[in-house]
T-cell receptor
Framework: GAGVSQSPRYKVAKRGQDVALRCDPISGHVSLFWYQQALGQGPEFLTYFQNEAQLDKSGLPSDRFFAERPEGSVSTLKIQRTQQEDSAVYLC????????????FGSGTRLTVV | AQSVSQHNHHVILSEAASLELGCNYSYGGTVNLFWYVQYPGQHLQLLLKYFSGDPLVKGIKGFEAEFIKSKFSFNLRKPSVQWSDTAEYFCAVNAPISSGSARQLTFGSGTQLTVLP
């Protein structure tokens, strides 16, 4: 597609519920990133994929967070047993790879845990 | 670890005023520098970037930024703001892959710019 697409745009989860957030990167983009943006803060890095390989997951805040990109295109960020501090906007970004020139962000999924 | 400081949390200007938003980073090696903008209800968009070469970088919509290595700064400027520049502005830093930080960006906390008509 023309841009990075994320779904759902909004998600309300009860505390303890599992959620799955989807990212459709720009077609052909090799690199895919997930960021978490808490209210009033800048985005913070969660994890990075190059094709299907998860090369960096150093930003995942706990083992409740899990990301996958099994076929090197669509990615899913899963959060198990959600807690209130997980409330944030989750941003996905993709880039072509190779000579890196920055990347394109999606509009994000706003997760509210109640 | 890298960190980015944006000095102003909220800036309010009248149309036609000049803008300068501060950004300082802490990282001793070679860095790539970015300014992103987020208009209300929209996704983050790249305004401009610095990788190497001329430290004065021009971006879209009349924005420019100057990289001053000795001050670890990358301030964003615009000579005359418009109401449509109302948005949140984020400075970001990346240390090239040789440092082991892959291609992640470290963002500042953002500056909300409000331009009054």
């Amino acid at each position: 597609g023309a841009g990075v697409s994320q779904s759902p745009r909004y998600k309300v989860a009860k505390r303890g519920q599992d959620v799955a957030l989807r990212c459709d990167p720009i077609s052909g983009h090799v690199s895919l990133f997930w960021y978490q943006q808490a209210l009033g803060q800048g985005p913070e890095f969660l994890t990075y994929f190059q094709n299907e390989a998860q090369l960096d997951k150093s930003g995942l805040p706990s083992d409740r967070f899990f990301a996958e990109r099994p076929e090197g295109s669509v990615s899913t960020l899963k959060i198990q047993r959600t807690q209130q501090e997980d409330s944030a906007v989750y941003l996905c970004a993709s880039s072509l790879g190779g000579n890196w020139d920055g990347y394109t962000f999606g509009s994000g999924t706003r997760l509210t845990v109640v | 670890a890298q960190s980015v400081s944006q000095h102003n949390h909220h800036v309010i200007l009248s149309e036609a005023a000049s803008l300068e938003l501060g950004c300082n980073y802490s990282y001793g090696g070679t860095v790539n520098l970015f300014w992103y903008v987020q208009y209300p209800g929209q996704h983050l968009q790249l305004l401009l970037k610095y990788f190497s070469g001329d430290p004065l970088v021009k971006g879209i919509k009349g924005f420019e930024a100057e990289f001053i290595k000795s001050k670890f700064s990358f301030n964003l400027r615009k000579p005359s703001v418009q109401w449509s520049d109302t948005a949140e502005y984020f400075c970001a830093v990346n240390a090239p892959i040789s440092s082991g930080s892959a291609r992640q960006l470290t963002f500042g906390s953002g500056t909300q710019l409000t331009v009054l008509p």
